[in-house]
């Protein structure tokens, strides 16, 4: 199985920038499509970006321009670089793993357990 640890939430003012961290464990990490999602208070879970095994990326529309998925294979991890950070930012993010549609490998999907940032002045 995967497990997927998230760090690098905290408290920060608006404009400000963040790196979060997602650490996954096994060693079919490269071959799996990883997402950011988060969820506000009072709000349901939204997706913010993904990148899949080759590079490719996608972002909400709310964060384009500001936010950026990149991945390291060589130490199982996926960043979200975050900057110009708005108070509507202000969710917890989790880490997702997906697994990619390969003959003889079962669908797999993983979350972490989240790591809360708070845009505040």
């Known amino acids: 199985q995967v497990q997927l640890v998230e760090s690098g939430g905290g408290l920060v003012q608006p404009g400000g920038s963040l790196r979060l961290s997602c650490a996954a464990s096994g060693n079919i990490f490269s071959i799996f499509t990883m997402g950011w999602y988060r969820q506000a208070p009072g709000k349901q879970r939204e997706l913010v970006a993904t990148i899949t095994s080759v590079g490719s990326t996608n972002y909400a529309d709310s964060v384009k321009g500001r936010f950026t998925i990149s991945r390291d294979n060589a130490k199982n991890t996926v960043y979200l670089q975050m900057n110009t950070l708005k108070p509507e930012d202000t969710a917890v993010y989790y880490c997702?793993?997906?697994?990619?549609?390969?003959?003889?490998?079962?669908?797999?999907?993983?979350w972490g357990k989240g790591t809360l940032v708070t845009v505040s002045s």
């Open positions: 997702n793993a997906d697994s990619p549609n390969v003959p003889g490998l079962r669908d797999m999907n993983y």
